[in-house]
């Protein structure tokens, strides 16, 4: 991995060197816009407006608003002289509990690598960090911009993940929240069933990006003259009767998980008599081989 950036962890009176390196990265299919009656290639120039002079992008500069409307144009000169952007340090502000941070804050994770000769004071925070179940709420500058971040450790490695500000969370204003929604206990207790009838540990391995991989086909498809997806037949569709009480619905829904476990379950259980079925036949196979090769052993030394 390649570092983004490099400055220091400020934590009270301790400084902590570090590398920032982004944590993620995109695996979707690159492309380029054409002409979809030949397949041209479809290029953008940066002109003048009502010319077709063409502007290079070093002297493109951003024109922003003034509180009264008035155009101000910003170099990147202009930018770069902001106050926030001389601070090469990420500043811990103050640790709060896990629980109080909403996942809806979440923006862009950074994993962070110690960058002096002694890593002890990164783990030592890291190792801080985990024992007290807290996340550390930090502010940085990155590419200009002024960000509020969450500190916390996954896997040994300190994580810088991003925060949305308070005003860039949207407020969920929907007429239903004002609603006297009736709820019978019995539909509580079914829908709570067929939750914990599909309760398990989550396991990202266990989940794959199906988009990519069937844009993938289609791709190699078309490139072959071929039809990636043949239509198929369409199921009929349910009426609203079918699903109108909610109770019989959670009920089915329950019924149709505890057959799929049972025959998950059956299928395990043949597995294991099979691998049972077949350990005595090996072992026997063994046993018989042992045999012979002492009697072998007598024949040759009379």
């Known amino acids: 991995m390649r570092s983004i950036w490099k400055g220091d962890l400020s934590f009270g009176l301790v400084n902590v060197p570090v590398k920032v ?12 816009q054409v002409d979809a009656k030949d397949g041209t290639r479809v290029r953008y120039r940066r002109v003048r407006e009502g010319t077709d002079v063409e502007v290079d992008y070093s002297q493109i500069a951003n024109a922003y608003e003034s509180d009264e409307g008035k155009p101000v144009i910003l170099t990147k000169d202009d930018l770069a002289s902001l106050p926030v952007n001389r601070s090469p340090e990420i500043s811990i502000l103050e ?3 896990v629980d109080q941070v909403d996942p809806i804050y979440f923006d862009k994770p950074y994993y962070l690598e110690p960058a002096s000769k002694s890593p002890k004071a990164y783990t030592l925070l890291a ?9 550390a709420i930090a502010m940085f500058t990155l590419r200009t911009r002024t960000r509020l971040a969450a500190l916390r450790v996954i896997d040994g490695v300190m994580t810088l993940q991003t925060l949305l500000w308070p005003d860039e969370v949207r407020k969920p ?4 929240l004002d609603q006297d929604v009736e709820i019978r206990p019995q539909e509580l207790e079914m829908a709570s069933s067929l939750i914990e009838s599909m309760a398990t540990d989550f396991d990202p391995t266990q989940f794959e990006d199906t988009y990519t991989i069937e844009l993938g086909k289609l791709i190699e498809a078309k490139a072959g003259g071929e039809q990636a997806f043949p239509e198929e037949e369409a199921a009929p569709a349910g009426s609203d009767d079918e699903v109108a009480d909610l109770l019989a ?3 089915a829904s329950v019924k149709g998980r505890a057959g799929a476990d049972s025959g998950e379950k059956e299928s395990d259980e043949a597995a294991e008599s099979e691998e049972a079925a077949e ?3 090996t072992s026997t196979r063994r046993k018989t081989g042992a045999k012979k090769k002492p009697s072998g052993g007598t024949a040759k030394s009379a």
């Open 21 to 32: 390196y982004s944590a993620t990265e995109s695996h979707d299919r690159s492309s380029h």
């Open 95 to 97: 640790f709060v509990p």
């Open 127 to 135: 190792q801080a960090l985990e024992t007290t179940d807290r996340l």
């Open 173 to 176: 204003d929907f007429a239903f």
């Open 249 to 251: 619905a959670l009920r």
């Open 279 to 281: 350990k005595p036949k």
